[in-house]
């Protein structure tokens, strides 16, 4: 039985909310019209990276003892559609819905069946069509399930033909890494061997190493790991996506990687006192992840125009305490959606498929 490792919902709660004050920043210095200190978040979207190193450490230290074995398939299966799909097709409908009340520019009339097919299946698709007709983080989705069916490939195809498979697009990933494959011009190639499906892979070594030694340097390697993402987080000016030239797999994917063993290694160690409040936060992330975008976006509307209109109101505003109220509040309201939706959503489509199943 693999123990509950409580530091990794806390570090799932810290990405979402990094994501959300790093979109919170551009989001409200939009509807503002000025910027706020949410700008010094700018380098929230290392959260996307967090989410990915951590996603692969926990699929593998929850399923490494599946791999190989074709009947534990269907469960895994299940499992992970559960976990991504039913909380996403509500969002998104809702998303779809509110558009077309909203704006007929954005509804779904103007959309075509291809893209909507794509969107909802969690298809690689063109980022600029998500962010303004769908939402905007479920590219990062498009990975995830993309490395779901790498990993089921592993369940079902252990065989040394299937690993030289997952050997040879490792290497070709890490050549596209160092733009020396030749498919810039291929959107579906790009996808396949883009640098963040390795953040994946890094989780999963790391589980691996958990599993395989015991270190005693835990600590060190915790320090380490601050030290970098420190050392990354000053070298990564807003508006970048890399460090200052370094890719973000080297940035900030390996840092993550060292923080996730050492804190691994000293949870098991030693008795570590977390607060519920930010394992709850943990619980949570997925649901935070999804809503933000749609929360900090009409949230920030409805208060700008509150604030219109009184002249002298808009002229003594502190946009910096109303900032951080919309990112209290959408991260709130994503809480409130995971208590009382995702949660309950999950539970019981888990009870009565697997009852079924058994």
Request: glycine share 6%; aromatic share 16%; with cysteine.
């Amino acid at each position: 039985m693999n123990k509950k490792l409580n530091l990794l919902q806390v570090y799932r709660g810290i990405a979402a909310i990094l994501v959300v004050l790093s979109h919170g920043g551009r989001i409200l210095s939009r509807e503002f019209d000025r910027n706020t200190l949410l700008q010094i978040f700018h380098f929230g979207w290392i959260g996307v990276d967090f989410f990915f190193v951590l996603s692969g450490f926990i699929i593998f230290y929850i399923h490494q003892y599946d791999i190989g074995k074709p009947n534990k398939l269907k469960s895994f299966i299940i499992k992970r559609f559960i976990r991504i799909y039913p909380l996403y097709w509500i969002v998104l409908a809702t998303k779809l819905l509110a558009s077309t009340f909203a704006n007929y520019k954005d509804t779904i009339l103007q959309t075509s069946a291809g893209e909507v097919f794509k969107a909802f299946l969690l298809l690689p698709q063109d980022n600029d069509i998500l962010n303004t007709k769908f939402i905007g983080v479920s590219w990062t989705l498009t990975y995830e399930i993309f490395f779901y069916c790498l990993f089921a490939g592993l369940i079902l195809f252990n065989t040394k033909i299937y690993k030289a498979i997952i050997v040879a697009w490792i290497t070709g990933v890490i050549l596209n890494l160092f733009n020396l494959l030749p498919i810039s011009n291929n959107f579906l190639l790009m996808f396949i061997f883009d640098e963040h499906n390795l953040e994946f892979v890094l989780g999963c070594l790391a589980a691996y190493t958990i599993s395989q030694s015991k270190f005693k340097f835990k600590n060190s390697l915790i320090y380490t790991s601050l030290f970098l993402l420190v050392l990354s987080i000053i070298n990564t000016r807003d508006g970048e996506f890399n460090v200052s030239g370094i890719p973000t797999l080297i940035g900030y994917g390996l840092p993550f990687t060292l923080l996730i063993i050492g804190s691994v290694y000293l949870e098991m160690s030693s008795k570590i006192d977390v607060p519920l409040i930010l394992i709850y936060l943990g619980d949570a992330s997925y649901s935070i992840y999804l809503t933000h975008g749609f929360f900090l976006s009409n949230i920030s509307k409805i208060l700008d125009a509150l604030a219109r209109k009184s002249a002298v109101l808009y002229t003594i505003i502190n946009f910096n305490i109303i900032a951080f109220v919309t990112v209290v509040i959408a991260v709130t309201m994503g809480c409130l959606i995971h208590t009382y939706l995702e949660k309950p959503l999950i539970t019981n489509l888990r009870n009565k498929v697997f009852a079924k199943i058994t």
